[in-house]
């Protein structure tokens, strides 16, 4: 299978010139060690943790461990040793030489703790989510980040090859089961979300009820694209509100689920309002919705929700791909009018509306025109995303993109 480039690597190899560790984290599958391999394996000796016997050196023995396995180094799975950190944190204080020390880790709370305890101004600290659109259909080379890719945004862009987007949205963005079309889709999510259950979610909470948690999930699927009502969907699992935030905050953390927040003036109201639930994967969110096959998902009133949940998450990835924070909202007005996806670059604004129609007509812009004239000179973008087969301008200068026109550049 041919490996794929990853936006990353422009992000790593520029921190590597400064900062003595780096640490790559992210949902399982997601590509980190792959990454690395490709990166580093002729400069850097790989040892990983997920290595049992390896595993119990480490933690038994880790300044042994350490003499044994001498930067530069790259540690796989460091989540399975996190006291290993403190340690390292002694050696790096003793040789700050950049890009000795490379980790990967699937992302969790423990681990993060430690990363914050032992290499706080030591680390680089970067987040590899599966693939996006550009680096599925093997554009990472000439992606931009954010604010450039704004500029570049224009009737003219277009992407000729043929992509199905049924296709995208049911095998989703995780590598392998993106790009290697014998894979059976159904036996790799199915094997996915047990692996992630029992490794993941046991280890790190105290969860008695796997299928419960399980139901969770689902009712997160469900929800996804839509205003999160937490009490909701605790009432309809038969679990506390309390148990429910604690197992939100275990997906988000693991970039499971991904919570967009809505967009105010004022800063502060932006944290205390509802968010929007995305589910991280869109292949992973149809399986658990129970689609299998193309006619299905067309037909399915969810289809807009999981459209959108694609939209979204590919913009996450366009900002922490390139090591940057996510800036990115939601616009609700008090008379119900919203905007799907608000981007904030440089105290402006750039508003995103959001359809599954190919079908895009003035009708469609209500809610966005009136949302930008409100907000007056700060908006410097309006525009619409959707599954029309052209660019065109739709009104007032509101353009209207084919998705895959613009999120492949």
Sequence with gaps: MKLKARILEKTILKAIKTFPAIVVTGPRQSGKTTLFKMLFSKT???????????????????????????????????QYVPELLSYIKTRIDENRKPGQWLFTGSQNFTLMQSITQSLAGRAAILFLLPFSLSERVDNARDAQD?????????????FDRKISLNEVMMRGFYPEI???????????????????????IRNLSNIGDLSQFERFLIACAVRTGQILNLSEVARD????????????????????LYLLYPYYRNIGKRIVKSPKIYFGDTALCTYLLGFHDA???????????????MI?????????????????????????????????????????EIKSSMTITSKHITSLKRLANDLGS?????????????NFIVKDNIINYNWKNILTI
Excluded at 178 to 200: F, H, P
């Design 44 to 78: 850097r000796t790989l040892v990983s943790l997920e290595d049992p016997d390896i595993r119990i050196r480490a933690k038994e023995d880790p300044i042994s461990f350490l003499n044994q396995y001498r930067p530069p180094l790259i540690i796989d799975e460091i």
């Design 146 to 158: 954010i604010s450039t890719w704004i500029k570049r945004l224009d009737l003219t862009n277009k």
């Design 178 to 200: 993106a790009t290697n079309k014998k894979v059976d889709r159904k036996l790799w999510c199915s094997s996915y979300i047990t692996t992630y259950l029992e490794r993941d």
């Design 237 to 256: 699992i038969g679990i506390s509100v309390p148990t429910a935030k604690r197992w939100l905050s275990l997906l988000e953390t693991a970039h499971q």
């Design 295 to 309: 006619d299905t998902l067309l037909k399915s009133p969810h289809f807009g929700n999981l459209f959108e949940t």
């Design 312 to 352: 979204v998450n590919d913009f996450l990835k366009k900002f922490l791909h390139f090591g940057e924070r996510a800036s990115m909202y939601y616009l609700r007005s008090r008379d119900g009018l919203e905007v799907d996806l608000v981007i904030e670059i440089g105290g402006f604004l750039h508003l995103f």
């Design 378 to 390: 700060k908006v410097k973008t309006a525009a619409v995303i959707s599954c029309s087969d052209h």
